[in-house]
């Protein structure tokens, strides 16, 4: 199955976000939202994560699992 990578588009003097290891709650406020309700946005693909070792109790995420997320979810 060919995977297909969406390509960002950005206004001048945009910056993209970088790929690194993030809390739970700057990840919910790059996407302008409370940390409960990025919870249950990520908690769709819980299975998926699960995979890269995460848990519902973990607040870091790995930079695996936020490009994981900015695939899934696009780039805040």
């Known amino acids: ?6 390509q960002s588009i950005y206004f001048e003097g945009e910056e993209p976000v970088k790929i690194r290891a993030y809390y739970k709650y700057e990840l919910a406020a790059l996407y302008n939202i409370c940390t409960k309700t990025f919870s249950s946005w990520i908690h769709i693909y819980l299975e998926e994560l699960e995979q890269f070792g995460y848990k519902k109790s973990t607040k870091l995420l790995r930079p695996e699992v936020v490009r994981f997320l900015f695939e899934r979810l696009g780039e805040p």
Do not use: D, N, P, V
């Not at 199955?1 to 969406?6: I, P, Y």
């Open 1 to 6: 199955m060919k995977e297909t990578k969406l």
